[in-house]
């Protein structure tokens, strides 16, 4: 099996989910790019361009979508801290975590686990 897609220069789908589950399995204790490329068999150039071409965003970006989806997860169907969330996401610290999600969401991680556990009207 290829790869990467050479006619198109994305990877190939295998490698694609591969990738993907990777990153999944080892958002809490982070996994680099260069893992990737080389689970890939491919330069981390190569891959960062391939993966893009896949997905439509770099891996980096990828990984952090990931990381705050995770957090979302965990906010509306967990009692953990913000701390602990932010450990089992991957981010550094606490602070890091709510900057981040602050950016990629609008609202502080407690503000929108309030507003996402609301119980529904009826």
Known sequence: MAASSSASGQLSPARE???KRLVREHLASGIEVQALAA???LTRSHFSRAFK????VSPQVWIHRQRILRA???????ALSLSQIALECGFCDQA?????F???QGSTPLSWR???CKPFRH
């Open 53 to 56: 071409r896949s997905t439509g």
């Open 114 to 116: 309030a507003v996402s």
């Open 102 to 104: 602050v950016r990629a």
């Open 17 to 19: 989910r591969l990738v």
């Open 96 to 100: 890091h975590f709510c900057r981040s």
């Open 39 to 41: 689970a890939c068999c």
């Open 72 to 78: 979302r997860r965990l906010l509306r169907r967990t």
